[in-house]
Nanobody, 115 residues
Framework: QVQLVESGGGLVQPGGSLRLSCAAS????????MGWYRQAPGKQRELVAT???????NYVDSVKGRFTISRDNAKKTVYLQMISLKSEDTAVYYC?????????WGQGTQVTVSS
């Protein structure tokens, strides 16, 4: 059974930091590209960051220099380190695993940036 379980979300003040984790099981983690998406209220889900099976990373422009995606294949976990958080980063963050025509999704974790 495929599972992606996110954790690490919460309430943080502007300028603060959070580290999201996504623990994977039930598929061959190391050959999948992994990504983080987010969806703010009333908006479409958007891609935040991806990391390929070969460790190539990409980021949406709005988070470049503030967010870092990484993966630990031994732990089957992908991370999103977020610093200098802004109110516009408030959203539900979803973990994604992608390979060819296959996509798996986690249930999401809420990140709220507010004073």
């Amino acid at each position: 059974q495929v599972q992606l379980v996110e954790s690490g979300g919460g309430l943080v003040q502007p300028g603060g930091s959070l580290r999201l984790s996504c623990a994977a099981s039930g598929f061959n983690f190391r050959i999948y590209a992994m990504g983080w998406y987010r969806q703010a209220p009333g908006k479409q889900r958007e891609l935040v960051a991806t990391i390929s099976s070969g460790d190539s990373k990409n980021y949406v422009d709005s988070v470049k220099g503030r967010f870092t995606i990484s993966r630990d294949n031994a732990k089957k976990t992908v991370y999103l380190q977020m610093i200098s958080l802004k109110s516009e980063d408030t959203a539900v963050y979803y973990c994604n695993a992608h390979r060819a025509q296959t996509d798996y999704w986690g249930q999401g974790t809420q990140v709220t940036v507010s004073s």
